[in-house]
């Protein structure tokens, strides 16, 4: 089972993104689903985080105010609302199920004028 990520592109500073994770098998009923980030020549870090259990998230610093995360249990799918774009945004972004170990195979963002 891998999880699917969609919705990358080159977009222009301030503009906004929507990313998405589909699970295309695990029941959508208990997960902590996770977006990371690796910029050019850099570290992974940890972006935003949602919990199924109450809904619980968290965001990195760096992103707070201006990125959403958020899940549709039917449809199995957590998205990555993300507005205010800035050059230091650009980064290939994965999402990930911590419980089970899954990852996506990434999808790039640019923002760039």
């Known amino acids: 089972v891998q999880l699917v990520e969609s919705g990358g592109g080159l977009v222009q500073p301030g503009g906004s993104l929507r990313l998405s994770c589909v699970n295309p098998g695990f029941a959508f009923s208990n997960y902590i689903m996770r977006w990371y980030r690796q910029p050019p020549g850099k570290e992974r870090e940890v972006v935003a985080t949602?919990?199924?259990?109450?809904?619980?998230?968290t965001y990195a610093d760096s992103v707070k105010g201006r990125f959403t995360i958020s899940s549709d249990n039917d449809k199995h799918t957590v998205y990555l609302q993300m507005n205010s774009l800035k050059p230091e945004d650009t980064a290939v972004y994965y999402c990930?199920?911590?419980?089970?170990?899954?990852w996506g195979q990434g999808t790039q963002v640019t923002v760039s004028s």
């Open positions: 990930s199920e911590t419980i089970r170990g899954l």
């Open positions: 949602i919990h199924s259990t109450g809904g619980l998230t």
